[in-house]
Structure formats: C-alpha cells, structure tokens
C-alpha cells in the first residue's frame, strides 16, 4: 500500500515519516475516539441523511427507500417525476452497488457511460442491494433512490464519465488531510482509488493540488482527459471544510472520512461519512497522518465550534 513511501524501507523510517498504519489506526485511533454505538450513524446512509438534514448540511436529496422486496416494483412509480436517479445500497462501503441512471424509460435505462440496462436488470440489481450483496458484512440491506448530482463544469476535464468527490479526514472536530477523487475508464467512471480512480492530494488550508497518484505512482495529467492535474484547485474550499467540521459534531466521531461532492448549482454537499476511513490519503498527499494527528494534540484548541475550527485551520 505505501509504494509511494518505498524509498522508505523499515519501519521505523515508516514511523519517522509520520506515516498511520493499519494496525495503529484500529486500535490507537479508531477503537478510542469511534465508540462502536455510534457507527450505525454512518454506516446506515438512512441515518446519515436524516442527520444532515438535522444539522443542516447539504446532501443529495432523498427520493425514496426501498426496505423489501415486494417494494421494488415500485421502483418506476418512485421515480416518475425525475429524469433520473441514483441507486445505492443504505449499508455499503466502496461505491459498491452505486447505479446511476442520467435518463430511463419504462424498460430502458441509461447509465453515464451511455450503455443501457433493462427493468429486469435493474429489479435485479436493487433485489442484489437488499440481499445484501454490497453492504458491510453481508448484512439485508435496504436501497436508496436519490437525485443525481451535477458536477461542476469546474471539474469537467478532471474527471472521466463520474461525479469527483473530495474527502477530508476530520480529527477531533479538525479537517487535518485531504484528497479529491476522480474517475477513469479503468475505475469504470467511480472514484474509488482501489479501482483506478486517480487520488490527488489537496492542501489543507487552499484547496490546491500537492501530489497526484494512480494505483499509488505519482502522475501529473488524467490518464483519460490528459488534464494537468497540478492545476486543481477547489472552489467553495472553505465551505468544504465546514461541512466536514460539523459533522463531528452531528456523529461524535473523532476520526471519520467525510465524501463531499459539489453540485453544480447547490454547491458543496455532504455525499457520506466513513468511520473507518482508508489510509491512501497519505499516498496521495506524500506525508503521513500521524503527524497531523500529533500536531491537533499538542496545538490545537479545544472547545471550538465548527466554525472557528476552520478559521483556525486555514490561519
């Protein structure tokens, strides 16, 4: 995983380079600052959603959900009156199981990259998110429909046939690393790094690009758009880092991934929260979290709101 660090050989070159292993992150981070009572709150998008809409953070808007089999069939009824719609399982992780239809008629269904499905697929494929196919652990699940997110033109050389996202890794309250996600051809238009999306890092107080990596190999242009990816530089920053900010307060988590899109007209939205986050982020950025977690221990205040917690990051 850390190939990007392999000029960086043992371990304790490792630890010297502030890099979070997986081992240190469980039981360390995790399993002290993410009380297990607490992760339906993210684990569940149900839950997340009606938690946003609380705390008053943008998210896609909720079309419907389907908790049973025999419901699928309303699947169209659901969805009448939009254009299109987004299919996603309520307990998954990953992108897994994420169906996005831009147009549809009653038996034909387009997906981003222009190739259709029939309603038998799709009754299919929500019948495989409630099995549980895609969600963590196997579990039943349930499937959500959502309106579809339209990207800003910002990122329209960026990104290949999907929506960008930014994660923000948010500790005690402090967005302290961050990365956008785009995608390829190879990650199938997903901006999911372990399928071939491209992860660049991104500066914690501008936005702005730092280091770019593809299966963790630093890169400079979109494999597929041939965009000089040194040139991201992500509007709304701040608001971004608001609405990672305040969800440590609407989940109590101390550690958590926060996924924020934005919307071409609604701006920043929060897509979902992960309280098990992956470590790539470092590949990407090229320093570990350790020290950023470090430097939050021994300099950062205490007892803020979101607010001025993001004032003083980007100070």
Same mark, same amino acid.
């Given at each position: 995983?850390?190939?990007?660090?392999?000029?960086?050989?043992?371990?304790?070159?490792?630890?010297?380079?502030?890099?979070?292993?997986?081992?240190?992150?469980?039981?360390?981070?995790?399993?002290?600052?993410?009380?297990?009572?607490?992760?339906?709150?993210?684990?569940?998008?149900?839950?997340?959603?009606?938690?946003?809409?609380?705390?008053?953070?943008?998210?896609?808007?909720?079309?419907?959900?389907?908790? *049973? @089999?025999?419901? =699928?069939?309303?699947? #169209? !009824?659901?969805?009448?009156?939009?254009?299109?719609?987004? +299919?996603?399982?309520?307990?998954?992780?990953?992108?897994?199981?994420?169906?996005?239809?831009?147009?549809?008629?009653?038996?034909?269904?387009?997906?981003?990259?222009?190739?259709?499905?029939?309603?038998?697929?799709?009754?299919?494929?929500?019948?495989?998110?409630?099995?549980?196919?895609?969600?963590?652990?196997?579990?039943?699940?349930?499937?959500?429909?959502?309106?579809?997110?339209?990207?800003?033109?910002?990122?329209?050389?960026?990104?290949?046939?999907?929506?960008?996202?930014?994660?923000?890794?948010?500790?005690?309250?402090?967005?302290?690393?961050?990365?956008?996600?785009?995608?390829?051809?190879?990650?199938?238009?997903?901006?999911?790094? *372990? @399928?071939?999306? =491209?992860?660049?890092? #991104? !500066?914690?107080?501008?936005?702005?690009?730092?280091?770019? +990596?593809?299966?963790?190999?630093?890169?400079?242009?979109?494999?597929?758009?041939?965009?000089?990816?040194?040139?991201?530089?992500?509007?709304?920053?701040?608001?971004?880092?608001?609405?990672?900010?305040?969800?440590?307060?609407?989940?109590?988590?101390?550690?958590?991934?926060?996924?924020?899109?934005?919307?071409?007209?609604?701006?920043?939205?929060?897509?979902?929260?992960?309280?098990?986050?992956?470590?790539?982020?470092?590949?990407?950025?090229?320093?570990?979290?350790?020290?950023?977690?470090?430097?939050?221990?021994?300099?950062?205040?205490?007892?803020?709101?979101?607010?001025?917690?993001?004032?003083?990051?980007?100070?």
């Amino acid at each position: 995983m850390f190939s990007f660090f392999k000029k960086f050989t043992s371990p304790k070159l490792l630890r010297a380079k502030g890099v979070l292993g997986m081992n240190t992150r469980n039981f360390h981070i995790i399993s002290r600052y993410n009380p297990r009572k607490l992760y339906p709150l993210v684990d569940d998008k149900v839950q997340t959603k009606a938690l946003a809409l609380q705390y008053g953070l943008a998210t896609p808007n909720l079309i419907g959900v389907i908790e *049973h @089999q025999f419901q =699928v069939k309303n699947i #169209l !009824d659901m969805v009448k009156d939009h254009s299109e719609f987004v +299919v996603k399982p309520a307990h998954g992780s990953g992108g897994k199981g994420v169906l996005v239809i831009k147009e549809f008629t009653d038996n034909c269904f387009t997906l981003p990259s222009g190739k259709t499905i029939s309603y038998s697929e799709l009754y299919q494929h929500i019948s495989n998110i409630l099995s549980g196919l895609y969600s963590l652990g196997g579990r039943y699940d349930e499937a959500l429909v959502e309106e579809v997110v339209h990207f800003s033109d910002i990122f329209k050389d960026y990104s290949f046939q999907g929506v960008p996202d930014v994660r923000v890794i948010v500790y005690k309250g402090y967005p302290i690393m961050a990365m956008t996600r785009l995608s390829t051809a190879e990650s199938g238009g997903r901006a999911n790094l *372990h @399928q071939g999306a =491209v992860g660049v890092g #991104l !500066d914690i107080k501008t936005g702005k690009t730092k280091k770019a +990596v593809q299966h963790n190999l630093p890169l400079t242009y979109h494999p597929d758009t041939q965009a000089d990816l040194r040139k991201i530089e992500v509007p709304l920053w701040r608001e971004h880092l608001l609405i990672a900010a305040k969800a440590y307060e609407m989940t109590g988590l101390g550690y958590f991934g926060a996924d924020i899109v934005l919307d071409a007209q609604k701006g920043p939205m929060m897509l979902e929260l992960n309280a098990r986050p992956g470590l790539a982020i470092q590949i990407a950025n090229g320093l570990g979290l350790k020290k950023a977690i470090k430097r939050v221990d021994k300099r950062y205040p205490s007892g803020l709101p979101p607010e001025e917690r993001v004032n003083f990051i980007l100070s």
